[in-house]
């Protein structure tokens, strides 16, 4: 990420990540680890907007020091930021910590493994919109 981007960029890519991890998963069984993927940059942008609203940042990252600091995948290191806690998403975090942006090398996903994932992204996702 090389520039700012605004909230409702973050928000209109969150939910489009997620609809698009829908389609995925529908094709074929073969498509469930892309569906993983795409998911876990659901929760990322969500965890990303959610930080804004957070901070009153009109834009992730800021213009400031912090910039390359932000520049992060981590979701646990990004919860953090939200002030919410693992303990606010009623077991869905403990699913959806798994993912990380190197989970493109990972081997593929059965349809059941990102079944259960894509079912635990939509409870954090519906979580951190919940206060937009």
């Known amino acids: 990420m090389s520039s700012s981007v605004p909230v409702a960029v973050l928000e209109r890519k969150r939910d489009c990540f997620l609809d698009d991890t829908q389609l995925l998963f529908s094709q074929e069984p073969a498509r469930a680890d892309n569906a993983f993927y795409l998911g876990g940059y659901a ?35 990004l919860l953090l930021l939200t002030g919410l806690s693992a303990r606010d998403f009623d077991g869905a975090w403990d699913q959806c910590k798994v993912w990380s942006v ?16 894509l079912d635990a992204v939509r409870k954090v996702v519906e979580k951190l919109k919940s206060d937009e």
């Open 43 to 77: 929760i990322e942008f969500g965890l990303k907007a959610r930080i804004c609203g957070t901070l009153r940042w009109k834009e992730y990252p800021p213009d400031s020091g912090l910039k390359k600091l932000l520049q992060i995948h981590d979701l646990d290191d």
């Open 102 to 117: 190197e989970a493109r090398y990972n081997p593929e996903k059965s349809a059941e493994e990102s079944a259960n994932f």
